[in-house]
């Protein structure tokens, strides 16, 4: 079934959400779908246009009635020009204008949870059929009351993305080794203060080893003062914000993502794509795709006992490290990408015969979807 899809996401910049959205929209491209990607643009346009994606200049800020209503208006616009089979709607702002012009036009509603400990995650719920990315999640959206017989799960995959295949290459710059990476946006949620602890703990047994800590955000500051007390700073190097992460992961040896909450994250699979020993914590979807650590290190959230620890073992034990990597890099031809696409084409199908469903059982039109004739 070739299928008409209309995805929102509030821009075309670096982040969890949008690599996934973006990831997904050109996969269905190459597979012959329709797809238009709706947001207020970014660095991923072009990707997405050499990658056959039609783009539309939609601004999705729901900040003051006017521009929401301007939003809202244009969206339902397009829904009746083009109409789309299924809009599928990957942040919150996407989810409530998606409801309203799926209101309006008959179109089924796909939400994707990416982020749900934000507080207004709820409203997600929104969608026709709704999206976890991770087993694990799906449990923590149905203990928050989200509908089971709603509630789909669709594990994150970008191997073999063309986004991912884009950084692979001659790294524009050069890290130190043997080094640990830590990549995330600089926040609390992440743990990153956890990860300088930890490795305060570890340093001196290995004084060769550097710590990286790539990424940007309102904790850099207080990060860096930690750095600073900690009395290795000189082995702690903050290089900001990356455009290529893999680039810097091709060049590391331990990867570390010490998150208090993570629906999935994304650094996890690549960095083991990349090929690096993974220690993670046993939360959400982190462990999920450690298997519980068949693939990676789980150590609990908060532990930075428990993460100097794990760290020192691969410092200083060149075995278990290699093991480590080896580890790392089994079992990925499950996160590839046309698994998730197929996936979610299934869910796209089910959301379809459900508003389908609902139309008839109200004795009213299928509405504009194109799907049965397709």
Not at 183 to 195: A, N
Not at 208 to 223: F, H, K, M, S, T
Not at 320 to 344: F, I, N
């Amino acid at each position: 079934m070739t299928l008409s899809v209309l995805h929102l996401v509030n821009h075309c910049e670096r982040g969890g959400n949008v690599h996934l959205a973006v990831d997904l929209a050109c996969e269905q491209a190459r597979r012959g779908h329709h797809v238009v990607f709706a947001s207020a643009g970014g660095r991923f346009a072009p990707l997405l246009e050499r990658s056959g994606v039609r783009l539309v200049r939609l601004e999705q800020s729901l900040r003051t009635p006017v521009r929401a209503a301007r939003a809202v208006v244009t969206l339902v616009s397009l829904c009746r020009r083009d109409r789309p089979d299924v809009l599928h709607a990957h942040m919150m702002s996407g989810a409530v204008l998606g409801r309203l012009a799926a209101t309006a036009s008959g179109i089924p509603l796909v939400t994707t949870v990416h982020n749900s400990f934000d507080r207004h995650a709820w409203l997600m719920r929104l969608g026709d059929r709704v999206v976890a990315v991770s087993r694990s999640e799906r449990q923590l959206l149905l203990a928050r009351g989200f509908p089971p017989e709603r509630l789909d799960v669709v594990v994150n995959g970008t191997v073999g993305s063309v986004r991912s295949a884009q950084e692979i290459g001659p790294p524009a710059f050069s890290l130190p080794r043997p080094s640990i990476t830590t990549l995330s946006g600089l926040e609390r949620r992440k743990g990153v203060h956890d990860i300088i602890e930890a490795f305060a703990q570890a340093a001196a047994s290995a004084p060769e080893w550097q710590l990286i800590v790539a990424g940007d955000g309102p904790e850099r500051q207080a990060l860096e003062r930690q750095a600073a007390r900690s009395g290795y700073s000189g082995r702690i190097t903050f290089i900001g914000h990356v455009e290529a992460p893999r680039q810097v992961l091709d060049q590391s040896d331990i990867f570390v993502l010490a998150s208090a909450a993570e629906p999935f994250g994304l650094g996890v699979l690549e960095a083991r794509e990349a090929g690096c020993a993974v220690i993670g914590t046993c939360v959400g979807g982190i462990a999920e795709q450690l298997d519980q650590g068949r693939y990676g290190v789980t150590v609990p959230p908060g532990r930075s006992d428990l993460l100097g620890g794990a760290l020192r073992r691969l410092m200083t034990d060149s075995e278990a490290l290699a093991d480590g990597r080896r580890r790392a890099r089994q079992s990925l031809a499950y996160y590839g990408v046309d698994r998730m696409a197929g996936e979610y084409l299934a869910v796209y199908e089910a959301a379809i015969l459900s508003r389908q469903g609902s139309a008839r059982a109200a004795g009213g039109p299928l509405g504009t979807s194109s799907a049965a004739g397709k």
